[in-house]
């Protein structure tokens, strides 16, 4: 004799009756799920450590990004018959407009004939992050 597809079995597993021995597909849990206390206090450290040092750091890469765009300018606007002197004096100028203060030796201006002059400003900057803990940065803008 054949079976039916609507065998109470079936019937029972598709309408949710359990029948005995049958297994529920949907996953019991015995407890709560989510972060814990501790979790979330982890994560807010990690957080706010993040954002102190993004806001201990970006303050250099901007006079960084601003010294590079006024170091090329000035190589570009400076007269070929400028001498290096002058474009020291004229590049130390617009940097106090900036308030940018890099070291005069950290300056070196190359000049070849009536060519554009390069100007090459290299200096370390250390930024202190937590009690005795420093991050050294190296820049080095270049313009011609």
């Known amino acids: 004799m054949r079976k039916s597809i609507w065998d109470d079995h079936f019937v029972k597993k598709i309408f949710g009756q359990r029948t005995p021995g049958a297994r529920s597909v949907t996953p019991q849990h015995s407890g709560e799920v989510g972060i814990s206390l501790i979790g979330v206090i982890f994560w807010l450290l990690i957080l706010i450590f993040v954002v102190a040092f993004v806001v201990k750091v970006m303050p250099s890469y901007y006079d960084y990004w601003s010294l590079k765009n ?41 000049k070849s004939g009536t060519g554009p002059a390069l100007i090459t400003v290299s200096y370390d900057k250390i930024v202190p992050l937590i009690a005795n803990i420093s991050l050294l940065l190296h820049f080095k803008a270049i313009g011609h």
Request: charged share 15%; glycine share 2%; aromatic share 0%.
């Open 70 to 110: 006024i170091v090329s300018q000035q190589a570009q606007q400076s007269a070929p018959e400028a001498s290096a002197s002058q474009i020291r004096h004229n590049l130390t100028d617009r940097l106090g407009v900036a308030m940018i203060n890099i070291p005069q030796k950290d300056i070196q201006i190359e």
